[in-house]
């Protein structure tokens, strides 16, 4: 079964530069898309078509490509950003759609 | 205002079954495929099961294939989730959530899940 690999934690100060990769073979040929999620509450979409903004995000918030890894960048890190983020995306056979394990950002 | 709200979950006996529901409203739910996302205590997010707009194309995770069957009901601006043979593993929160992608032709363009639900618990246990 196809999966997308997330590392576990990323850890950044205040004000720097998170990098949150998701690595998958279907990538170069499907989208990703990224989310937020705060202990006990729903996701909510940060990134879509690996780069688009949702218009109520953030403009620190952003995504890029390059092949069979995609990235989640978080510029000027903010305290409210500490939280669990996910890539999705989908197989090669356009069927079944995949998360990654998740990326606990922590902001220190 | 563009809402959805899970409902049906509860505690379960193993190999019982349960009907989740997923009313929407404030958007035209007949334009837009759905999921069902589950997420078990500690763990991350596991796409569950889609359905494009019409409910011609239903798509499945494996563990939930021949188990689960997804289904809506647009007159009712409704998603259903049908959970028979429930096992512990299936303890999870479940999520619906709305999908701006759409199918021209042949080729699906994707857009990801823009809206969430806030969960309807299930527990599978004795």
């Known amino acids: 079964s196809y999966e997308l690999t997330q590392p576990p934690s990323v850890s950044v100060s205040p004000g720097q530069t998170a990098r949150i990769t998701c690595s998958g073979d279907?990538?170069?040929?499907?989208?990703s898309h990224w989310y937020q999620q705060k202990p006990g509450q729903a996701p909510v979409l940060v990134i879509y078509?690996?780069?688009e903004r949702p218009s109520r995000i953030p403009e620190r918030f952003s995504g890029s490509n390059s092949g069979t890894t995609v990235t989640l960048t978080i510029s000027g890190v903010q305290a409210e950003d500490e939280a669990d983020y996910y890539c999705?995306?989908?197989?090669?056979?356009?069927?079944?759609?995949?998360f990654g394990g998740g990326t606990k950002l922590t902001v220190l | 205002e563009v809402q959805l709200v899970a409902s049906g979950g509860g505690l379960v006996q193993p190999g019982g079954s349960l009907r989740l529901s997923c009313a929407v409203s404030?958007?035209?739910?007949?334009?837009?495929?759905m999921h069902w996302v589950r997420q078990a205590p500690g763990k991350g997010l596991v796409w569950v099961s889609r359905?494009?707009?019409?409910?011609?194309?239903?798509s499945y995770a494996d563990s939930m294939k021949g188990r689960f069957t997804i289904s809506r009901d647009n007159a009712k601006n409704t998603l259903y989730l049908q959970m028979n043979s429930l096992r512990a593993e299936d303890t999870a929160v479940y999520y619906c959530?709305?999908?701006?992608?759409?199918?021209?032709?042949?080729?699906?363009?994707?857009?990801?899940?823009?809206?969430w639900g806030q969960g309807t618990t299930v527990t599978v246990s004795s």
């Open positions: 959530a709305r999908d701006a992608s759409f199918r021209v032709g042949v080729i699906d363009y994707y857009y990801g899940m823009d809206v």
């Open positions: 404030g958007f035209t739910f007949s334009s837009y495929w």
């Open positions: 359905i494009n707009s019409d409910g011609s194309r239903l």
């Open positions: 279907a990538l170069p040929k499907h989208y």
């Open positions: 078509r690996d780069s």
């Open positions: 999705h995306s989908t197989d090669n056979t356009d069927t079944y759609v995949v």
